[in-house]
Nanobody, 122 residues
Framework: QVQLVESGGGLVQPGGSLRLSCAAS????????MGWYRQAPGKQRELVAA???????NFADNVKGRFTISRDNAKNTVYLQMNSLKPEDTAVYYC????????????????WGPGTQVTVSS
């Protein structure tokens, strides 16, 4: 079994900051990509940012310059630092990870966390 657990969401005023964390645990052999998606009411889930195990990162255009992503491979944890938050950043944020399990070698699975609410409002 593999689990992803997010933390750090909440209510913040426009212009404020939040830091999301996501820890993966369980039967993990290796993790390739880790990232964050978000889904606002009535909209499709969209990529926010992702980081591959070689350090390459990818950001959605609408968060470039405001959000940063990092990971701690020793802790199987990915972080999303969100600065200069805007009301349009309001959404449920989901962590995901592409994981090879220690009990099922040779196959990579994508796992998702349950999501954490981020609300940007005055």
């Amino acid at each position: 079994q593999v689990q992803l657990v997010e933390s750090g969401g909440g209510l913040v005023q426009p212009g404020g900051s939040l830091r999301l964390s996501c820890a993966a645990s369980g039967s993990i052999f290796s993790i390739n990509s880790m990232g964050w998606y978000r889904q606002a009411p009535g909209k499709q889930r969209e990529l926010v940012a992702a980081v591959i195990n070689d350090g390459r990162v990818n950001f959605a255009d609408n968060v470039k310059g405001r959000f940063t992503i990092s990971r701690d491979n020793a802790k199987n944890t990915v972080y999303l630092q969100m600065n200069s938050l805007k009301p349009e950043d309001t959404a449920v944020y989901y962590c995901n990870a592409d994981i090879t399990r220690s009990d099922i070698r040779g196959t990579q699975f994508r796992y998702w966390g349950p999501g954490t609410q981020v609300t940007v409002s005055s």
